[in-house]
């Protein structure tokens, strides 16, 4: 075989390779444009249903053993010491064992007193993950 009969073969295969490997993703990207309103339909239903950062209710004071008042001046603290730097991240994103550790974690950079630890705390703990 010549030389150029050789690179003929290799760039037939090469081409043959692209064609077998390009036809079936853009098939897969044509179904996933079509399924995309839905897909996004769905991530704003549930973002509606699941509130990320709750609002207390006189039951969830009542579970904690604290007052609605209380609760809500938490929820604020939480608000204003939390979302300097990142997004307020939803009490639900861990399990309330682990919430201290992460509070531990920001503190130096939150400059928290004794009491907005606490409130930080209890709001987080009140609507953590189970
Ligand atoms: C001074 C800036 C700063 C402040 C204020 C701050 N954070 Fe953060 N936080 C960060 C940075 C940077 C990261 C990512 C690096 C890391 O994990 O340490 C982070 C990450 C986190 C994470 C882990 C990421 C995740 O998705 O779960 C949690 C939880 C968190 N912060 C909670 C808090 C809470 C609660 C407060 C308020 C007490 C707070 N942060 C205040 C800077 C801050």
């Known amino acids: 075989m010549t030389r150029e009969q050789d690179e003929f ?26 399924m995309l309103p839905a897909l996004l339909l769905l991530v704003a239903a549930a973002a509606a249903c699941i509130p990320a950062i709750p609002e207390p ?4 004071a009542d579970r904690m053993e604290t007052t609605e008042e ?28 682990q919430w201290p550790k992460w509070v531990a974690r920001m503190e130096p950079g939150a400059e928290l007193k004794p009491e907005d630890k606490e409130l930080i705390l209890l709001y987080l703990e009140a609507f953590s993950a189970p």
């Open 9 to 34: 073969l290799e760039l037939d295969r090469a081409a043959a390779r692209l064609g077998r490997v390009r036809s079936p993703a853009t098939a897969e990207d044509r179904a996933v444009a079509r």
């Open 57 to 60: 209710r006189r039951d969830d």
């Open 70 to 97: 209380r609760l809500t001046q938490a929820r604020q603290r939480y608000l204003d010491k939390c979302m300097a730097c990142h997004e307020a991240i939803s009490p639900a994103r861990h399990p309330s064992g």
